[in-house]
Structures are given as structure tokens and as C-alpha cells.
């Protein structure tokens, strides 16, 4: 009797301290043709290539090059690519999942077509070799930042290469 009247309150004690709240849970972004694949939170929806919560809070997949590129092949024309438009790019490297990536940041001012209206255009995209071609991770946020970010976070520390 006392040992059952001890589990109850352990039981309790979990249930008010949050200990029976609701898990967080993730799933798996897997595609055909696609080289590699990634975890991301259960709130994003799956559309073809990307993960999201609505189109401006986003993260999406693409094929940059057919060829596998070093970082340095294309960062320095990207970032005048977006200067060229007005915009300010910031790059860098960063290394993931054991490889080397070259990140590209933007913000798409809200007065640009390609913001999609509505506020300012978040974007980081992470490039990188895989599969004999180069790819692109952009994680993309409007209003959601938070949510964006958890989600680039959790893609980028689980991806697994084919």
C-alpha cells in the first residue's frame, strides 16, 4: 500500500511540474532524388521540396549546381548578385553534419516583389555539396522567426547524407 501511495505522488508531482505535457515531436524530410535528409518540427507542413508553416515562413530545398562547388566558386558572385539588386548579403562558412557550407544571408525588404508583401523577407541559405551536385537549404522567415529558426536549427543538426 505505501509503495503504491508513493507512485502516485511521484505521478502527481510529474503531471504538475509539466512532466506530463506534450512531447515535442519531429519528422523527417526525405525526397527522391534528393541526397540527404533532415528532422524538422512537427508544426511545418510538407510541400514538394520544402518544409513550412506558410509560404514566407519556409524551409526549402533546391539544387543550386549539377557539379559539386567549393564555397569560394560561388559566395563572392552571389553576395554581388544581391548587391547589384540593392540588396545587403552577408557570407560566410559554416560546417555541418561534416561538411563544409557556404551561407548566404538576406533580408528582402518588404517593398520588393520577391518579399511577397507584407513585412520583410528573413533569409539564410546554406550551400553545400552532396549526391555530385551543390545544394541549397534556405530557411526563410516573415512573422515566424522563432518557430524558422528552432526548424533550420533542427534540420541542420540532423542531416544525413545517402
Not at 533546391?62 to 540588396?87: M, N
Not at 559554416?94 to 520577391?114: D, F, K, N, Q
Amino acid at each position: 500500500m505505501r509503495r503504491k501511495a508513493i507512485l502516485l505522488v511521484g505521478a502527481a508531482l510529474l503531471a504538475a511540474c509539466g512532466g506530463g505535457g506534450k512531447e515535442r515531436r519531429d519528422r523527417t524530410f526525405s525526397s527522391a532524388g534528393v541526397p540527404f535528409t533532415f528532422r524538422y518540427p512537427d508544426a511545418f507542413r510538407p510541400h514538394g521540396l520544402s518544409v513550412s508553416l506558410d509560404p514566407r515562413n519556409a524551409l526549402v530545398v533546391r539544387r543550386a549546381s549539377p557539379r559539386e562547388l567549393d564555397p569560394d566558386q560561388y559566395l563572392g558572385a552571389l553576395r554581388t548578385s544581391f548587391t547589384r539588386r540593392g540588396l545587403r548579403a552577408t557570407a560566410r562558412r559554416e560546417r555541418h553534419a561534416g561538411r563544409e557550407m557556404g551561407v548566404l544571408a538576406v533580408v528582402v525588404p518588404a517593398a520588393s516583389p520577391a518579399s511577397g508583401g507584407r513585412g520583410p523577407l528573413h533569409t539564410t541559405s546554406r550551400f553545400f555539396a552532396a549526391g555530385g551536385a551543390t545544394w541549397q537549404l534556405e530557411c526563410r522567415y516573415a512573422d515566424h522567426r522563432a518557430e524558422v529558426v528552432r526548424g533550420c536549427r533542427a534540420a541542420l543538426s540532423s542531416l544525413r547524407f545517402r
